[in-house]
């Protein structure tokens, strides 16, 4: 944890103090990338905003190349478009982004917990 920048630690801290689950602090991407010195937000503390983003986008990736590879593979299905492929990748990374940032916000307000704005600013004062 002396890796990570210092907004990050006292993030970490606060939700420790608030008695959030080890995993639920901090996902392993967001470890990687904390150790490589990026101030990313944890996903309870971000907006909804970045974590509709962040998490729809990384599936709806994730989903295209698997939904490509195996309507190819198993189902034959070579001939299918690549506008069905990026449909069904924008739909399902929408919609997976979108209920992953909703059980963000809901966390964040079970725990009680202040946003990464929040947070940040109340360090400095």
Do not use: C, E
């Not at 890796?3 to 993030?11: N, T």
């Not at 937000?41 to 994730?62: E, I």
């Not at 704005?117 to 360090?123: E, N």
Request: proline share 6%; glycine share 12%.
């Amino acid at each position: 944890m002396d890796r990570y920048p210092a907004d990050v630690r006292h993030a970490l801290q606060a939700m420790a103090d608030a008695n959030v689950p080890a995993g639920m602090r901090a996902p392993p991407l967001h470890r990687l990338l904390w150790r490589m010195g990026l101030r990313v937000p944890p996903p309870l503390l971000a907006s909804f905003g970045a974590n509709l983003f962040v998490m729809g986008g990384l599936f709806g990736v994730l989903w295209g190349v698997l939904w490509r590879g195996l309507m190819w593979l198993v189902l034959d299905l070579g001939s299918l478009t690549l506008g069905i492929t990026i449909g069904s990748a924008v739909m399902a990374g929408l919609l997976f982004g979108v209920m992953m940032a909703l059980l963000m916000r809901y966390q964040r307000r079970r725990y009680q917990l202040p946003a990464w704005k929040t947070l940040l600013q109340g360090r400095m004062a």
